[in-house]
């Protein structure tokens, strides 16, 4: 028997582990965690696992498909590369010839592989490259930014030696990353103490040594409140402060009225417990954490919740020091080159991104949620080519009805998935992508205290009729009048023509999976760090946020209270499924098949609703059943659901109608956003609740 096994990244969620895959007669058979990579060592999570049943699952496109009936009918034509292919290419120079490459917008999912996506788009003349980051943490991200500089994604936290972490509804152990959540499992067996705030218990608040349940929307209170303590009783770390504060002051009169009992009023945390958290933190500094967040709580005035928080992580004086958060270095920092990139030598774009110009703009472009502006009224240009590649809008924006409706003023929408998504099963056509086992990837780079090049490479050949990326953005550019900025023939040529400028070889690889840009970790002197935001120092007041109609930070604002009989509809992940993608996985939906809604024991007893009970949660113009799951352990405002269930797409036989879809009680919330973090306001959808 043919045993082997090499080394690549995982492509259950977009975290991308690195594993092992062990392959028998050419077939994956087990996959587990890189041993060789610290906090991995073996590792992977539930999802990760199920690889092997996405692999051998038939239920997932096995050719290109060509829509035959009217959108989202289910009626496809199955087609070979080449007509798929020419399909799309002769509706795009149709688009390009009438409305100019600028119509042509690329949606995926971010992170590590973008290099390609973004050389594809841009190869083709057109600025309009999205990701999916409005729905994510568009809010912390811009937050991050406005204090340090950095971004979200170049920034870490150093949980495996932080001595106090505080969570405001960062579930780290079902919404989880598999280092990150060895890293905190190791700093907790060091004596981490936990604070974890959330609306509902979760498995996070049960690991914690403190849960604090929060009124819906309110977290800002608290953060404010955190803050008044920390500058009151002078408990900052006043040495960083003095250097690396533009504008301390300022704060500091800000954040004067909001007291620890007047948050409690808002919180229903008690002052005391307040108190504790900002006074266990201190003593614990600069080895104390408070997180900035991710999905934090997608209010429409999150992005100062998010920004109050990063202001705390400064007070503790925790930048660039054991246990707290890290810059993270690049191949510069290590003194080495890094990767070239794909898209070198391509000239930029004529047009400015679409959402450039738009007036009313929060921080940042690229945002979906203008993209849906911009394709229903043609302004500030048309746009009427989307490709979405590793990306799925109709199950994580709002109201896939509205969605629906802006997208048939699309010619030409194509779907590149390794499963039928919701977006895809709307669109024109599928290109199916080789799954991640049975495809390389560019080499990407991960930056962190130690910098380090990962590569995903193939384990087995695909089962069915598909292709890896690089080739489907290859061959489609070749048709499209920019070959010759896609010349590859191979994944091969591609690594060398990135590692070219490194020194490193592809053989590099073949030992760990992966090469370390330096050997020790990279930290910048205490008394020079560099930030990057326009001052070079950690700003109060921002002259970006001030340019969008923000403020430092805004007086904070009561939330909407629910009307009688109805609930704040909350949502989040579970630790087997990944967002909308998972559902119809055949271990993974053993294991979690539908979605219950949680709701206050003492509310149900109101409604007549037992646990167990089925459920008619409504909106206007929807409503669906599902069980109750009645318990203590949520706000009584609020009621909660797994997001990603409720397929509408009949082929997925095991997750088909299973459940209900978050989304669609997000009616009328598709263009609702935070006006200065530009983050989806998902948080704002009330639902009514009766016994079915
Ligand atoms: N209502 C509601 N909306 C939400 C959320 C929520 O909790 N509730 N969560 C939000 C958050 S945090 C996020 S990040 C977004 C995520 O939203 P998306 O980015 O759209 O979701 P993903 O599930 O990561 O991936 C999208 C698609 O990638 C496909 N895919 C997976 N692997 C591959 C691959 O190897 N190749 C290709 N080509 N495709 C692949 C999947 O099948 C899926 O269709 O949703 C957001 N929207
Ligand atoms: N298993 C699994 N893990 C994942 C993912 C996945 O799909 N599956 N996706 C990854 C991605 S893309 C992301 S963005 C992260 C998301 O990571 P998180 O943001 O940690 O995850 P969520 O589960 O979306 O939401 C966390 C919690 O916010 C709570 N919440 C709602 N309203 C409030 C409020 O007003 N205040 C407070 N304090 N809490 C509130 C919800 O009850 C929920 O428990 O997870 C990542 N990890
Ligand atoms: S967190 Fe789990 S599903 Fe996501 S990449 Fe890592 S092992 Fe895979
Ligand atoms: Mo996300």
Same mark, same amino acid.
């Given at each position: 028997?043919?045993?082997?096994?090499?080394?690549?990244?995982?492509?259950?969620?977009?975290?991308?582990?690195?594993?092992?895959?062990?392959?028998?007669?050419?077939?994956?058979?087990?996959?587990?965690?890189?041993?060789?990579?610290?906090?991995?060592?073996?590792?992977?999570?539930?999802?990760?696992?199920?690889?092997?049943?996405?692999?051998?699952?038939?239920?997932?496109?096995? =050719?290109?498909?060509?829509?035959?009936?009217?959108?989202?009918?289910?009626?496809?034509?199955?087609?070979?590369?080449?007509?798929?292919?020419?399909?799309?290419? &002769?509706?795009?120079?149709?688009?390009?010839?009438?409305?100019?490459?600028?119509?042509?917008?690329?949606?995926?999912?971010?992170?590590?592989?973008?290099?390609?996506?973004?050389?594809?788009?841009?190869?083709?003349?057109?600025?309009?490259?999205?990701?999916?980051?409005?729905?994510?943490?568009?809010?912390?991200?811009?937050?991050?930014?406005?204090?340090?500089?950095?971004?979200?994604?170049?920034?870490?936290?150093?949980?495996?030696?932080?001595? #106090?972490?505080?969570?405001?509804?960062?579930?780290?152990?079902?919404?989880?990353?598999?280092?990150?959540?060895?890293?905190?499992?190791?700093?907790?067996?060091?004596?981490?103490?936990?604070?974890?705030?959330?609306?509902?218990?979760?498995?996070?608040?049960?690991?914690?040594?403190?849960?604090?349940?929060?009124?819906?929307?309110?977290?800002?209170?608290?953060?404010?409140?955190?803050?008044?303590?920390?500058?009151?009783?002078?408990?900052?770390?006043?040495?960083?402060?003095?250097?690396?504060?533009?504008?301390?002051?300022?704060?500091?009169?800000?954040?004067?009225? #909001?007291?620890?009992?007047?948050?409690?009023?808002?919180?229903?945390?008690?002052?005391?417990?307040?108190?504790?958290?900002?006074?266990?933190?201190?003593?614990?500094?600069?080895?104390?954490?408070?997180?900035?967040?991710?999905?934090?709580?997608?209010?429409?005035?999150?992005?100062?919740?998010?920004?109050?928080?990063?202001?705390?992580?400064?007070?503790?004086?925790?930048?660039?020091?054991?246990?707290?958060?890290?810059?993270?270095?690049?191949?510069?920092?290590?003194?080495?080159?890094?990767?070239?990139?794909?898209?070198?030598?391509?000239?930029?774009?004529?047009?400015?991104?679409?959402?450039?110009?738009?007036?009313?703009?929060?921080?940042?472009?690229?945002?979906?949620?203008?993209?849906?502006?911009?394709?229903?009224?043609?302004?500030?240009?048309?746009?009427?080519? %989307?490709?979405?590649?590793?990306?799925?809008?109709?199950?994580?924006?709002?109201?896939?009805?509205?969605?629906?409706?802006?997208?048939?003023?699309?010619?030409? %929408?194509?779907?590149?998935?390794?499963?039928?998504?919701?977006?895809?099963?709307?669109?024109?056509?599928?290109?199916?992508?080789?799954?991640?086992? &049975?495809?390389?990837?560019?080499?990407?780079?991960?930056?962190?205290?130690?910098?380090?090049?990962?590569?995903?490479?193939?384990?087995?050949?695909?089962?069915?009729?598909?292709?890896?990326?690089?080739?489907?953005?290859?061959?489609?550019?070749?048709?499209?009048?920019?070959?010759?900025?896609?010349?590859?023939?191979?994944? &091969?040529?591609?690594?060398?023509?990135?590692?070219?400028?490194?020194?490193?070889?592809?053989?590099?690889?073949?030992?760990?999976?992966?090469?370390?840009?330096?050997?020790?970790?990279?930290?910048?002197?205490?008394?020079?760090?560099?930030?990057?935001?326009? =001052?070079?120092?950690?700003?109060?007041?921002?002259?970006?946020?001030?340019?969008?109609?923000?403020?430092?930070?805004?007086?904070?604002?009561?939330?909407?209270?629910?009307?009688?009989?109805?609930?704040?509809?909350?949502?989040?992940?579970?630790?087997?499924?990944?967002?909308?993608?998972?559902?119809?996985?055949?271990?993974?939906?053993?294991?979690?098949?539908?979605?219950?809604?949680?709701?206050?024991?003492?509310?149900?007893?109101?409604?007549?609703?037992?646990?167990?009970?089925?459920?008619?949660?409504?909106?206007?113009?929807?409503?669906?059943?599902?069980?109750?799951?009645?318990?203590?352990?949520?706000?009584?405002?609020?009621?909660?659901?797994?997001?990603?269930?409720?397929?509408?797409?009949?082929?997925?036989?095991?997750?088909?109608?299973?459940?209900?879809?978050?989304?669609?009680?997000?009616?009328?919330?598709?263009?609702?956003?935070?006006?200065?973090?530009?983050?989806?306001?998902?948080?704002?959808?009330?639902?009514?609740?009766?016994?079915?």
């Amino acid at each position: 028997m043919d045993r082997d096994y090499v080394y690549s990244m995982c492509g259950m969620c977009a975290t991308r582990c690195p594993i092992k895959v062990e392959t028998k007669n050419g077939m994956a058979t087990w996959i587990e965690g890189n041993p060789h990579v610290a906090g991995i060592e073996g590792a992977l999570c539930a999802k990760g696992s199920a690889g092997l049943s996405l692999e051998y699952d038939h239920e997932r496109p096995q =050719s290109p498909l060509i829509r035959e009936g009217a959108r989202g009918e289910g009626k496809w034509k199955k087609a070979t590369w080449d007509e798929a292919l020419d399909y799309i290419a &002769e509706r795009i120079n149709k688009i390009k010839a009438e409305h100019g490459a600028k119509a042509i917008a690329l949606a995926d999912r971010g992170g590590l592989f973008t290099d390609l996506t973004k050389t594809f788009i841009k190869a083709l003349g057109s600025p309009n490259y999205l990701d999916h980051d409005d729905t994510c943490a568009k809010n912390v991200n811009m937050a991050i930014q406005s204090v340090f500089g950095y971004g979200r994604g170049d920034m870490g936290y150093d949980f495996a030696n932080c001595k #106090y972490l505080v969570l405001f509804g960062r579930n780290v152990f079902e919404s989880l990353q598999v280092k990150e959540v060895n890293n905190i499992l190791d700093g907790m067996e060091k004596g981490c103490k936990i604070t974890y705030i959330d609306v509902r218990a979760t498995v996070t608040a049960s690991k914690s040594h403190r849960f604090l349940r929060i009124r819906p929307g309110t977290d800002y209170a608290m953060i404010l409140a955190l803050m008044n303590v920390i500058i009151k009783e002078r408990l900052y770390d006043v040495e960083f402060v003095n250097r690396y504060f533009q504008d301390f002051a300022d704060l500091e009169s800000f954040v004067i009225k #909001y007291t620890p009992e007047w948050a409690e009023k808002e919180t229903g945390i008690p002052a005391f417990e307040i108190m504790n958290v900002a006074r266990e933190a201190a003593a614990a500094k600069p080895q104390a954490i408070f997180h900035g967040g991710w999905m934090l709580s997608r209010y429409i005035d999150s992005f100062y919740a998010s920004r109050g928080l990063y202001l705390l992580n400064a007070l503790m004086g925790n930048i660039e020091v054991k246990g707290g958060l890290i810059i993270g270095k690049g191949a510069k920092d290590a003194g080495k080159k890094g990767l070239r990139s794909l898209s070198e030598g391509i000239p930029e774009p004529q047009d400015k991104i679409f959402d450039a110009t738009l007036p009313g703009k929060s921080l940042g472009t690229g945002h979906v949620v203008n993209l849906y502006k911009v394709i229903k009224t043609g302004q500030p240009y048309p746009i009427k080519a %989307l490709f979405a590649y590793r990306y799925d809008p109709m199950a994580s924006l709002p109201d896939p009805d509205e969605q629906k409706k802006v997208l048939d003023n699309l010619d030409l %929408l194509v779907s590149i998935d390794v499963n039928y998504s919701e977006t895809g099963w709307y669109s024109d056509v599928i290109l199916p992508e080789a799954t991640y086992l &049975e495809r390389s990837n560019i080499i990407c780079i991960q930056k962190g205290q130690k910098p380090a090049f990962f590569m995903r490479r193939q384990a087995m050949k695909p089962r069915y009729d598909s292709k890896p990326g690089w080739e489907i953005f290859t061959l489609l550019a070749h048709r499209l009048g920019a070959g010759q900025y896609f010349p590859w023939k191979s994944i &091969e040529e591609i690594w060398n023509y990135q590692l070219e400028p490194t020194g490193y070889k592809i053989e590099d690889f073949d030992e760990k999976g992966f090469v370390t840009l330096c050997k020790d970790p990279i930290l910048m002197p205490r008394d020079a760090i560099k930030f990057t935001t326009p =001052s070079g120092k950690i700003e109060f007041k921002s002259e970006k946020i001030a340019k969008v109609g923000g403020q430092p930070l805004a007086e904070y604002k009561t939330p909407k209270k629910p009307e009688e009989g109805t609930y704040r509809l909350v949502f989040g992940r579970s630790g087997v499924h990944t967002h909308a993608q998972t559902q119809n996985n055949i271990y993974l939906n053993e294991i979690l098949p539908e979605n219950h809604l949680w709701i206050n024991d003492k509310e149900a007893e109101k409604l007549g609703i037992k646990n167990g009970d089925k459920v008619e949660v409504s909106t206007d113009g929807y409503s669906g059943v599902i069980k109750a799951f009645v318990t203590p352990h949520i706000h009584p405002e609020a009621v909660f659901m797994y997001h990603g269930f409720g397929s509408e797409i009949p082929l997925k036989t095991r997750s088909f109608g299973k459940g209900l879809r978050d989304t669609r009680f997000q009616k009328g919330l598709l263009e609702t956003v935070d006006p200065v973090g530009g983050g989806v306001a998902y948080l704002e959808a009330m639902v009514r609740v009766k016994k079915a």
